[in-house]
């Protein structure tokens, strides 16, 4: 969920019983650490124990809005990705809290904008972009590991004596601001030709011991998103850009075998800190416009 937070913005993270070995008495130790055992794993939340309803996941069926209200940026908006699902998890005989709930984080990025045969700018991510990490946390830079803390989650507080039943929802779109002009430059002039941007996610929903850290994961969703737009800077503010290519996006993949969290996915940087604004001319070094946070 990138916020945008300046006219360049993109947009917008086991428990164990065990028992002491002792040489006194070891049938009777080894009985009662058996039966104990027992009782143990009877008391855990399991996968198949968790019981997932109604899931959905999708894209709005829309194309890009583009909008040319100001004579300082472009701006678009793409439909939205939204995920939902009823959960129904059994009773906490132990007092352990249970979270469950999405976290998302981004797989690949390429976001450029280009103006003529100058240069372009574009929206990066490092540590994505030269392959030391898979991923890269999309959560609201709070709530991590959580993509948010509203409708993203639901806290189950244990002992409970029966199951709990409830949804968990969320929803992701793009909506950033593209300068007219060269960003490095102090002219006014628009000179934006073609925004491309092209951006991947994962996404899983999660039920997550905060007491023990343990982690099972319940569903795992992929989705891209794909802008083009043409832009002619010659003509009037609100004829210069249209959409070209796709008009529709692909549809959001449930995959049938569970895909693992990275662990650099669960935390700090979020891609919306992480992210860094380059300009790179067509002839000379890049710069950095906007560093990461």
């Known amino acids: 969920m990138f916020f945008s937070s300046s006219i360049y913005s993109l947009r917008k993270s086991r428990f164990f019983w065990s028992s002491t070995k002792s040489t006194e008495y070891p049938r009777t130790r080894a009985a009662m650490g058996c039966i104990q055992s027992i009782a143990c794993n009877k008391s855990r939340i399991k996968r198949e124990n968790i019981l997932v309803q109604d899931l959905s996941a999708t894209i709005d069926h829309c194309p890009t809005v583009i909008e040319e209200n100001s004579p300082i940026v472009l701006r678009y908006k793409t439909p939205y990705f939204k995920a939902s699902a009823r959960v129904v998890m059994p009773p ?170 990275p662990s650099n996915a669960m935390g700090k940087p979020n891609a919306n800190d992480a992210q860094v604004l380059m300009w790179r001319p067509r002839r000379g070094p890049p710069i950095v416009v906007i560093p990461p946070k």
């Open 92 to 261: 906490i005989p132990r007092q352990d809290t249970w979270v469950v709930g999405w976290i998302q984080a981004c797989t690949q990025m390429e976001f450029y904008n280009t103006y003529g045969d100058i240069g372009m700018s574009s929206w990066e991510l490092p540590q994505l972009r030269e392959g030391l990490v898979r991923a890269i946390s999309d959560s609201d830079g709070v709530s991590y590991p959580w993509y948010g803390n509203t409708t993203e989650t639901v806290t189950i507080v244990g002992p409970t004596s029966k199951p709990s039943r409830f949804t968990v929802s969320m929803n992701d779109n793009f909506y950033p601001s593209v300068t007219w002009a060269v960003p490095v430059s102090e002219s006014n002039t628009p000179l934006l030709t073609n925004i491309k941007r092209d951006q991947s996610f994962t996404t899983w929903l999660v039920a997550l011991n905060t007491t023990s850290r343990e982690k099972i994961l319940l569903h795992t969703i992929k989705w891209r998103m794909r802008v083009d737009v043409m832009v002619d800077p010659s003509q009037p503010l609100g004829s210069r850009a249209r959409l070209v290519g796709r008009l529709y996006q692909d549809q959001p993949r449930v995959l049938a075998r569970m895909e693992p969290v």
